[in-house]
T-cell receptor, first 111, second 109 residues
Framework: DGGITQSPKYLFRKEGQNVTLSCEQNLNHDAMYWYRQDPGQGLRLIYYSQIVNDFQKGDIAEGYSVSREKKESFPLTVTSAQKNPTAFYLC??????????FGEGSWLTVV | QKEVEQNSGPLSVPEGAIASLNCTYSDRVSQSFFWYRQYSGKSPELIMSIYSNGDKEDGRFTAQLNKASQYVSLLIRDSQPSDSATYLCAVNWGNQFYFGTGTSLTVIP
């Protein structure tokens, strides 16, 4: 099946710990995105990438890092510098700015 | 500053009625507009895209675009309880997608 796979679905982070969220797509899409959604809020862009080995900061990039070593993969690391990381994280992809499709999301909670 | 504005609701309609959801955006340059449905705790799923002025129909859904007024709407005919969800408006500027905060819709049986 073609789609976007995010893992893990649920993740718990301790104070001072870095965690990485995985995102893999087999849609052959060029562009990939990471969004954060807080309860009752809209989607806020963290990072996006148009091509391999290149990515740009979105509106709320502080405390996050990404890599794009393969077209299919766009992992997001939530670093200890992100002081309020509890949220729903959505990975998405598109063909060069055309319709954007989402993975199932990952829930991150600080414990 | 690119902004997408939606009335957060909640919007309640009786089953079988027409639900009307509205969205405005700040930049005339945008060419692509999308409506997504998001159930609680789930990721957004695409309902419709629209690129030209006028109406676009798909089953019970109709998207309406007015670029001069910077306005896009979604009509849901014969609303069903399963339509109860949050509806997100999205606008594409270049290679980025901007989302409204969503309108919560409840369809009352």
């Amino acid at each position: 099946d073609g789609g976007i796979t995010q893992s893990p679905k649920y993740l718990f982070r301790k104070e001072g710990q870095n965690v990485t969220l995985s995102c893999e797509q087999n849609l052959n899409h060029d562009a990939m995105y990471w969004y954060r959604q807080d309860p009752g809020q809209g989607l806020r862009l963290i990072y996006y990438s148009q091509i391999v080995n290149d990515f740009q900061k979105g509106d709320i990039a502080e405390g996050y890092s990404v890599s794009r070593e393969k077209k299919e993969s766009f992992p997001l690391t939530v670093t200890s510098a992100q002081k309020n990381p509890t949220a729903f994280y959505l990975c998405a992809s598109s063909i060069s700015g055309n319709t954007i499709y989402f993975g199932e999301g990952s829930w991150l909670t600080v414990v | 500053q690119k902004e997408v504005e939606q009335n957060s609701g909640p919007l309640s309609v009786p089953e079988g009625a027409i639900a009307s959801l509205n969205c405005t955006y700040s930049d005339r340059v945008s060419q692509s507009f999308f409506w997504y449905r998001q159930y609680s705790g789930k990721s957004p799923e695409l309902i419709m895209s629209i690129y030209s002025n006028g109406d676009k129909e798909d089953g019970r859904f109709t998207a309406q675009l007015n670029k001069a007024s910077q306005y896009v709407s979604l009509l849901i005919r014969d609303s069903q309880p399963s339509d109860s969800a949050t509806y997100l408006c999205a606008v594409n500027w270049g290679n980025q997608f901007y989302f409204g905060t969503g309108t919560s819709l409840t369809v009352i049986p």
